[in-house]
Nanobody, 122 residues
């Protein structure tokens, strides 16, 4: 199994930046897809970014493309989400998620972190 622990959430002003971290432990991530989801009240859960661990290929939703960047640190088994030019509509609980095989933006991932709140004020 994989344990996922997010950190880095908080309160920022519109236009600001924040970096979320997700530390994964438990096994090698060679075949994994990892990503970031967000859930805001009254809105559908949305996968905003994903990365294939080995190849480093990435996916971004249209809502964050050009503003968010997902990356990984192989040595630390950590995935990051750098969020720039934040908008109030980015406010949500952000979850790290992972799946051993399937790209997380295509199917509900197997493993989930606890979530971290991101609030963007105006």
């Amino acid at each position: 199994q994989v344990q996922l622990v997010e950190s880095g959430g908080g309160l920022v002003q519109a236009g600001g930046s924040l970096r979320l971290s997700c530390a994964a432990s438990g096994r090698t991530l060679s075949t994994y897809s990892l990503g970031w989801f967000r859930q805001a009240p009254g809105k559908e859960r949305e996968c905003v970014a994903s990365i294939r661990w080995s190849a480093g290929s990435t996916y971004y939703s249209d809502s964050v493309k050009g503003r968010f960047t997902i990356s990984r640190d192989n040595a630390q088994n950590t995935v990051y989400l750098r969020m720039n030019s934040l908008k109030p509509e980015d406010t949500a609980v952000y979850y790290c998620a992972a799946d051993p095989q399937v790209r997380v933006e295509t199917k509900t991932p197997r493993y989930w972190g606890q979530g971290t709140q991101v609030t963007v004020s105006s």
